[in-house]
């Protein structure tokens, strides 16, 4: 089956504080994504896969470096999230190390990277973070959101905080 082939992460900045589960607030941050297939007019083909603790937005196709993505054999055209019908989006974490905004960022109330002041994160604080992605992106309802191990969990956490915005 094809490759959805070469693929560039983007990114998008968000100025707007993410008030975190902790009682803490990210006062802005990046995620870095990408994206596999075409939105349809009516902005009802999307779907959101989460990854699991230590993978990435990274999800199919061949990055920039030659790595093949975490679930390359289920993304692309003919296979089982078909790129030929189905707007595929992989998000990174808040905190994670692969780019979206972690401890490795700089603290803009120090000036200084997070390190171990980064704030705790919950999976209730990713969903709500890829929920405000997916505003941006002008997706009022996801075709179906899914994911292993730890995605999964974010999966049913969008389930249970936005039902209304998943289609599956």
Not at 14 to 19: D, K, R, V
Not at 37 to 56: D, E, I, K, P, Q
Not at 96 to 120: E, L, R
Request: with cysteine.
């Amino acid at each position: 089956m094809a490759s959805v082939g070469h693929v560039s992460p983007q990114s998008m900045h968000f100025a707007e504080p993410l008030a975190l589960q902790s009682g803490a607030t990210l006062a802005s941050y990046d995620l870095v994504y990408e994206t596999y297939g075409t939105l349809n007019a009516s902005r009802t083909n999307a779907v959101l896969v989460c990854h699991a603790l230590n993978a990435s937005h990274h999800v199919a196709g061949v990055d920039e470096n030659g790595a093949t993505g975490w679930w390359d054999n289920l993304v692309g055209p003919g296979k089982p999230l078909d790129t030929e019908r189905f707007f595929v989006i992989g998000v990174n974490n808040p905190g994670s190390c692969f780019g979206s905004t972690g401890p490795m960022h700089t603290n803009p109330s120090t000036g200084k990277p997070y390190g171990a002041d980064f704030p705790v994160i919950t999976v209730e604080d990713w969903v709500d973070a890829q929920a405000r992605l997916i505003d941006r992106l002008g997706i009022t309802q996801l075709a179906a959101v899914l994911g292993g191990s730890l995605g999964g969990m974010q999966a049913l956490a969008w389930s249970t905080l936005y039902p209304g915005r998943l289609a599956h």
